[in-house]
């Protein structure tokens, strides 16, 4: 049964452009704004948008949070459409940072309780717990364990 109801779904639905659908998501921002102008500018831009349900706007920490069925690059090609500087928005709160902290997280220009989300990049000089134990007992290790 269950396959004659897909076949006639199908035969309904061939008719229709299949379009991939946007899911609801929260999209942040970081957008330089200095005046009610440049927010008002920003938030128009955005309320405009398809799909946009909410525009919120933080100026102290220049942060645009919108909610909806949006993509996060088109949202972040309107705001830069409206001459303002964006990037998507590049904090973390600082519980969530893993220790020990990356120096190039520390950034003065977060806001209070935010880091810079970078990901923890080993050095070279840093060896991981499983190669460790694969080069303790490997042939081409000299000084590995002989135990025959």
Not at 19 to 36: G, P, S
Not at 119 to 133: G, I, K, L, M, T
Request: aromatic share 10%; hydrophobic share 35%.
């Amino acid at each position: 049964m269950g396959g004659t109801l897909d076949y006639f779904s199908s035969l309904l639905t061939a008719g229709h452009r299949h379009r991939k659908r946007k899911q609801f998501q929260t999209v942040e921002l970081k957008v330089r704004m200095d005046c009610e102008g440049c927010e008002l500018k920003v938030k128009n831009a955005l309320s405009s948008m398809r799909g946009v349900q909410s525009v919120e706007i933080n100026r102290k920490h220049y942060k645009v949070t919108v909610t909806g069925y949006v993509e996060p690059n088109k949202v972040l090609k309107r705001v830069q459409a409206t001459g303002k500087k964006a990037e998507i928005w590049p904090y973390v709160p600082y519980n969530l940072v893993a220790q020990p902290y990356a120096a190039q997280t520390y950034d003065k220009k977060a806001p209070p309780g935010y880091v810079r989300n970078v990901e923890f990049v080993a050095s070279s000089n840093q060896v991981r717990a499983e190669d460790q134990f694969t080069n303790l007992f490997s042939d081409d290790n000299p000084n590995a364990c002989s135990v025959m």
